[in-house]
């Protein structure tokens, strides 16, 4: 069974960083493009980032551009999210999803981890 497991949420004051991870077992990340989402409480699920298989190619949110990084690590079959400059509006649980193919990024993914939970507060 494919499996996406992300880490590397915690509570960090606003201008902090994190950097999340995701795992990915039972499959390839290779052959991937991977989505970094997030829901904020009460909101609906939004798309962060996007970042094709090789890394070659990325797209961010409005949102988050200048302050999140989006990488990967194919040999370890490890996606990462480097998240800087911190803001309170960033809180939510973060999930990666991986998706055959560039264009499927976001709307038609096809594993989903269960996500990690970013709290941004002082």
Same mark, same amino acid.
């Given at each position: 069974?494919?499996? !996406?497991?992300? +880490?590397? /949420?915690? !509570? %960090?004051?606003?201008?902090? @960083? ?15 493009? $991977? /989505? ?12 962060? +980032?996007? $970042? =094709? *298989?090789? &890394? &070659?190619? #990325?797209?961010?949110?409005?949102? %988050?551009?200048?302050?999140? #990084?989006? =990488?990967? *690590? ?10 800087? @400059? ?5 809180? /939510? %649980? ?8 560039? @264009? ?10 269960? /996500? #990690?939970?970013?709290? %941004? =507060?002082?």
């Amino acid at each position: 069974q494919p499996q !996406l497991v992300e +880490s590397g /949420g915690a !509570l %960090v004051q606003p201008g902090g @960083s994190l950097r999340l991870s995701c795992a990915a077992s039972q499959f390839s990340l290779g052959f991937y493009t $991977i /989505g970094w989402f997030r829901q904020a409480p009460g909101k609906e699920r939004e798309v962060v +980032s996007c $970042i =094709s *298989n090789s &890394g &070659g190619r #990325t797209n961010y949110a409005d949102f %988050v551009k200048g302050r999140f #990084t989006a =990488s990967r *690590n194919n040999a370890q079959n490890t996606a990462f999210l480097q998240m800087n @400059s911190l803001k309170p509006e960033d809180t /939510g %649980v973060y999930y990666c999803a991986a998706a055959q193919g560039w @264009s499927k990024c976001p709307d038609e993914m096809d594993y989903w981890g269960k /996500g #990690t939970l970013v709290t %941004v =507060s002082a």
